[in-house]
């Protein structure tokens, strides 16, 4: 006879335990099958993240190694070579001026002819100046810097350069704006074909320097209200006789040429005197407000000699900055001097307070759309170099704000390693412009595309994404609610991988009873049937003690004789 | 295996008790006073047929257990993997191990045989005859009345034997250092202890001694077993046997039961049929003890506080017994 109690017990109620275990195993698998599947992980991860700063830090470290590979920091200085207005010359004796414009007509022997003027004319700097531009024209860089700093060297150009500088920004001093203007444009030139060649010394920092304090005279001599223009302010310094135009040469091209030649030049020192003088400011800017400022103070207070060069450079760009910020000039439309500065500041970055990192990344964003903006204005000549500057700062924005690339640069000619670099970089920017793509990446590895344009850059890309994206997923939980934040962490979890670092606060669901315990070695179904199968056994274990106790419970009271005999009547 | 007679008779049971042991049969003990009904109620446990057999070889009888023997009936229960012995001790063996009884002092060799046994003890079975309980008082003997001293003081003693046992021969007798042990203990035993009241089919119309009600004359309570709640009975009538209950075991049940219908001259049966048997051997039988449970006490407390809040007057006062459903 079987227990009478028993007799009335549902079958499914004597495998209940069995049937709770198996439910449990069963949806802890269908949950972990779904919760760990890459799709269902990418789809949540991007609902969580959309809309916030999504900071790669580590990502974007990877990527600039790639973009410095592919697109290196080229500074583009200005053109020179734009010739004279021989016809309006009024400094220049008549004869001379007839000659030169007979030798300008272009046949075989129009350099040898503007030779031979150059020879029998020391005393005049138009022959020099002349020959000089047409040579840099041409391309004859090495030519045109042996006739332009002869010329410069001549007794009567350095007599006019003095009597220039003595006269400082007196406007009824020093020789008239034609010969002022002839000064600048020789100066210039010869800094311009000297950084071509990448030739440093005495003669290239007095090529790119003193034309600026030229400029003063001409700034003098054009104030309003009897104030000289500042030197913020953007002058044009037209080839002598011509008539200033939107390509003319300006003071900004001076600025340019200079900054390029501190940043060409990576073993420039200058004197302590000259440094503390350059360097030493009369106001104190919060970085927020001033941040080239910011970053001059930590690179003057943690001094390096090694980057004295960039030192330099951030002096002379923060001084032109805050001049025209200040009065409300708004950053600077010149696409040289833009592309140069938004250049300059990507380097500067690095070296920035934390505090001043966000508007200077404001600052070289507006710059650089200055420099895309300006793009038509710049010299076929220079298209190729500067496209190239323009793509680097799209590729460090692109990856900066984790977007695609949105402009085609087929024609940036890059030898076929860079574009191999190019290629990878546009690929995971392509990935992570979309944060479930990035995420579907991290897990999956990618497509065979993917794969076959990162190569072997691909496991240090995932590595740095998978540390990116789970340090901001923990972040992200901190502040949520008990249930949320773990559901948080759980989902992290999915990006992590034996041999990944310890992201703080993922660690606190090291415990027995997560079932989603801490495994990076086991991923996937493995992972959710051993999970499910332990859940199912826990199940299974808890709902026997519990139908024990309830039995238990109901027997206490029971009997068992009344039973049997109830039983024994029905039958 | 039976076992009766002489002294050496129990010595070769203990050795071969102890073969069993070593060979991993668990144990469980069958006691009551003599008459109780012990050898009845195994020999109607039907499980497996063994017990049938048996008592179809012995014509269909069951003969009671001669002093100082020993019954054991040992069968592989269930799927084979568990392997059991049932320990039907004579009554009066039992009886001799309650000193207060006979007024001599117990010694170690009273208690040999259940200190062998101890070890291996998965239950214990106590059957109370009711009628010889209530009748002591008038044609009973002092054993009859005794029965639930005598449960109280084994559950002392296996408790004392399980958690102690230790004893040095000296001027404090065994008894006393069992006492003052088992005072102290806070283990209780952990096996399920079933008391059993006997020979149900004789109980029906069995008047309640009066003195169970504080000696209120308005009340006259008989008994009906199949409609009364073992429980409640045991709390309200037997205030000694549960109070002993919940203080030596865990785990306890208190149920009715009867066992083949005899002719009590003939020794003929008459009802083949035994209730409130088997369902109470599974209960004791039952492999799950070994999974960890709660107190038999504590469900108790539950349904006295669940009472209380329901205002239900049935752990106040025993109520009248249900009718039968059929």
């Known amino acids: 006879m079987t227990r009478a109690s028993e007799l009335k017990r549902h079958p499914i109620r004597e495998l209940s335990p069995f049937v709770a275990g198996l439910l449990t195993a069963a949806t802890l698998f269908l949950y972990q099958i779904l919760a760990t599947n890459p799709a269902v992980v990418a789809l949540r991860v991007s609902r969580l993240l959309a809309g916030r700063e999504v900071a790669a830090e580590r990502t974007i470290k990877e990527e600039r190694r790639w973009i410095d590979e592919a697109l290196p920091a080229v500074f583009v200085p200005t053109l020179s070579g734009s010739l004279p207005c021989i016809e309006k010359l009024e400094t220049v004796a008549p004869a001379l001026r007839a000659e030169i414009a007979q030798t300008l007509a272009p046949n075989r022997s129009r350099l040898q002819r503007l030779g031979d003027l150059y020879a029998r004319n020391p005393e005049s700097w138009l022959p020099g100046l002349v020959l000089g531009d047409v040579l840099l024209q041409e391309g004859r860089f090495a030519e045109a810097d042996r006739v332009l700093s002869d010329t410069l060297r001549r007794p009567s150009t350095q007599a006019s350069i003095r009597s220039i500088l003595s006269a400082g920004d007196q406007a009824t001093g020093g020789p008239p704006d034609e010969e002022v203007m002839a000064m600048i444009h020789l100066l210039h030139a010869v800094g311009y074909v000297r950084l071509t060649q ?374 | 295996m039976r076992y009766e007679g002489t002294d050496s008779g129990i010595d070769s049971a203990t050795a071969q008790l102890e073969e069993f042991i070593r060979r991993g049969y668990e144990v469980y003990l069958v006691a009551g006073i003599p008459g109780a009904g012990k050898t009845q109620f195994l020999a109607s446990y039907s499980q497996g047929g063994f017990l049938l057999d048996r008592w179809a070889r012995e014509g269909r009888r069951v003969l009671p257990t001669s002093v100082e023997s020993l019954n054991s009936y040992s069968f592989v229960f269930e799927s084979g993997r568990r392997k059991i012995i049932f320990l039907d001790a004579a009554g009066e063996r039992f009886t001799l191990l309650y000193p207060r009884l006979h007024g001599r002092e117990i010694t170690e060799s009273h208690i040999k045989f259940l200190r062998l046994i101890s070890r291996r003890l998965k239950g214990f079975v106590f059957l109370l005859d009711l009628e010889s309980l209530w009748g002591a008082a008038g044609t009973g003997s002092h054993t009859d009345a005794a029965q639930i001293n005598i449960l109280s003081w084994l559950l002392e003693l296996l408790r004392w034997l399980l958690y102690d046992g230790k004893h040095e021969p000296g001027p404090i007798s065994l008894e006393t250092r069992i006492d003052a042990s088992v005072r102290r203990m806070r283990k209780r035993l952990r096996f399920p202890v079933l008391v059993l009241f006997s020979k149900a089919d004789l109980l029906p119309g069995l008047p309640v001694p009066n003195r169970v009600f504080q000696g209120d004359p308005e009340i006259h309570r008989t008994l009906y077993p199949p409609g009364e709640n073992p429980l409640l009975l045991a709390y309200h009538l037997l205030p000694e046997l549960f109070e002993s209950l919940r203080t030596h075991a865990n785990y306890f049940h208190f149920d009715f039961s009867h066992s083949l219908v005899t002719h009590r001259d003939t020794s003929e049966v008459i009802d083949a049929q035994p209730c409130g048997v088997d369902s109470s051997l599974r209960w004791l039988l039952d492999s799950s003890w070994r999974w960890p449970r709660i107190p038999t006490r504590y469900f108790v407390a539950i349904r006295r506080l669940i009472a209380m809040i329901a205002r239900n007057n049935r752990w106040r006062r025993l109520p009248a017994p249900d009718e039968l459903t059929s």
């Open chain 1, 198 to 571: 990448n030739l440093a010394g005495p003669e290239l920092w007095s090529a790119l320097r003193t034309p600026i304090s030229c400029s003063r005279l001409i700034g003098a001599r054009r104030a309003e209200f009897a104030m000289p223009v500042p030197p913020w302010v953007e002058l044009k310094i037209p080839a002598p006789g011509c008539a200033p135009t939107a390509s003319s040469l300006s003071t900004y091209s001076l600025y340019v040429n200079l900054l390029v030649g501190y940043l060409a030049n990576r073993d420039f020192i200058e004197t302590e005197d000259r440094r503390m003088a350059a360097f030493s400011r009369p106001y104190r800017d919060p970085p927020e407000d001033n941040p080239m400022l910011a970053a001059l103070r930590r690179v003057s207070e943690e001094w390096d000699p090694n980057r004295e060069y960039l030192v330099w450079a951030i002096s002379d760009a923060e001084r032109l900055l805050r001049e025209r910020l200040m009065n409300g000039q708004g950053l600077p439309r010149d696409p040289h001097l833009s592309l140069n500065l938004a250049l300059l500041m990507d380097s500067v970055a690095e070296v920035c307070p934390t505090l001043a990192v966000r508007t200077l990344m404001e600052q070289r964003d507006g710059l650089a759309h200055s420099a895309r903006a300006g793009r038509r204005q710049v010299p076929p000549r220079q298209r190729q170099m500067f496209d190239r500057g323009l793509a680097r700062l799209e590729f460090i924005e692109a990856s900066r704000r984790g977007r695609r690339i949105q402009v085609g640069w087929s024609d940036l000619a890059l030898p076929p390693e860079q574009q191999e670099a190019f290629a990878a970089v546009e690929a995971t920017l392509q990935v992570r412009s979309n944060l479930r793509d990035w995420a579907k990446v991290i897990l999956e590895g990618g497509e065979n595309d993917f794969r076959d344009k990162l190569g072997r850059r691909r496991i240090a890309w995932l590595a740095a994404s998978r540390q990116d994206l789970t340090t901001l997923l923990a972040g992200l939980a901190a502040n949520r609610q008990e249930s949320e934040r773990r559901d948080i962490l759980r989902l992290a979890r999915n990006f992590r991988k034996s041999g990944d670092p310890q992201i703080a606060g993922l660690s606190e669901l090291d415990n027995v009873f997560d079932f989603t315990f801490d495994t990076p070695a086991m991923k996937g179904w493995p992972k959710a049937l051993v999970s499910a199968v332990l859940a199912g056994v826990i199940a299974w274990l808890f709902t026997t003690w519990l139908t024990l106790q309830i039995r238990d419970y109901q027997e206490t009271a029971t009997s068992f004789y009344r039973l049997e005999i109830e039983e024994r009547l029905r039958l």
